[in-house]
């Protein structure tokens, strides 16, 4: 029996018929000599090779591309229960960085069967075995240097619609022709020329975004309070308009205002200063405790890019998105990704 993760959160246990659709065990054995090797009553299976000590692991079964947040949700409280073994159609290059810290093992499974299975193994004496090294995925990885602010508003720009010249994203990003052009080689493959002009590849840019948008900023500070954070946000976007401070909202008080979807528990208040939020009720936590986070950009574009809901300043949506994934807030993500992709909507 294996459980399948959903997208939207549930966990089904399903058969090994259906498993064995799409199996990762033949290929393992084929090129890494890794064999299931015995059964257990504590795991889904065990597995052994060169390389490989006898491992048991729980196997848990994604249906979409494994993100750094899902590593960190799904390892809390499981490591009495045996080794936690992934099996995912993608992962990023971050997610598998995360997976490894956490000892977590990861296979990634080829779309087509003449291409490897990847991924990394976790062994029971702690040994990491690389299945195909440098083989991650077809995702672009972050350019070397600086952060490339220009390229990245442009990727965000251009999931949330088409542009029909070189000309008019330009004068969108603010910035010459020659550099998009130079932005629209680095995106290669997540980014199309057609009759419209310049498309997004929609789950290819996404997903290039997670993986590569810097999660920097020039200051931040942590604050709690007792008050629920959706009537704390709209106090927060009063006070900030009252001092004049530009800001947008973020994390899943702001997802809950694009897609509601539960009761959001935490809240990024993004601006362009610090400020003092005691006035508000609002106390200094540590980030262990905190849940309100008050964060100023190091990204130019990002207070430039909101959208009004409810009468507050939201980070745009693709933007909030992004935000939401790399911060492992998967549920309050899964309901953004949803209202972003419908048919007929893009922002």
């Known amino acids: 029996m294996f459980r399948i993760l959903l997208m939207d959160g549930t966990i089904r246990d399903v058969g090994d018929s259906l498993i064995s659709l799409i199996e990762p065990w033949t290929a393992l054995a084929q090129r890494h000599g890794i064999v299931v090797s015995a059964d257990s009553a504590d795991s889904d299976v065990v597995m052994g090779g060169p390389h490989l000590v006898q491992t048991g692991y729980r196997v848990r079964r994604l249906t979409r591309r494994l993100w750094p947040g899902d590593v960190d949700n799904l390892v809390p409280g499981r490591r009495d229960s045996g080794r936690m073994l992934l099996i995912v159609p993608a992962a990023s290059r971050s997610a598998l960085d995360a997976a490894r810290a956490a000892g977590v093992s990861v296979i990634i499974l080829p779309a087509r069967e003449d291409e490897p299975v990847s991924g990394l193994l976790v062994a029971a004496d702690g040994k990491v075995v690389d299945l195909s090294p440098g083989t991650q995925g077809s995702v672009r990885h972050r350019p070397p240097g600086p952060p490339a602010w220009s390229l990245y508003d442009m990727a965000f720009a251009l999931l949330d619609e088409a542009f029909p010249t070189q000309g008019a994203l330009a004068t969108h990003v603010g910035v010459s022709q020659a550099r998009i052009s130079q932005n629209v080689r680095t995106l290669g493959d997540t980014v199309e020329r057609t009759s419209q002009g310049l498309v997004a590849d929609v789950p290819k840019l996404s997903a290039w975004l997670v993986d590569t948008y810097p999660q920097v900023d020039h200051l931040t500070s942590t604050w709690v309070s ?14 900030s308009d009252e001092r004049d401070i530009r800001y947008a909202l973020a994390g899943e008080a702001a997802a809950d205002l694009i897609a509601p979807w539960a009761r959001p528990t935490g ?11 005691r006035p508000l009720g609002l106390v200094p936590a540590p980030p262990s405790a905190a ?5 100023v950009p190091a990204d130019p574009y990002r207070l430039r890019r909101t959208v009004i809901r409810d009468g507050v300043a939201v980070l745009a949506p693709w933007r909030l998105w992004v935000d ?15 209202h972003l992709t419908r048919k007929g909507s893009r922002a």
């Not at 939401?324 to 949803?338: E, H, I, K, N, P």
């Open 226 to 239: 007792v008050t629920p954070v959706t009537d704390l946000s709209r106090r927060i976007a009063a006070a």
């Open 291 to 295: 849940n309100v986070v008050l964060r």
């Open 324 to 338: 939401l994934v790399q911060s492992g807030r998967g549920d309050a993500a899964a309901g953004v990704w949803r």
């Open 267 to 277: 809240l990024t208040v993004w601006s362009d200063r610090m400020w003092d939020m």
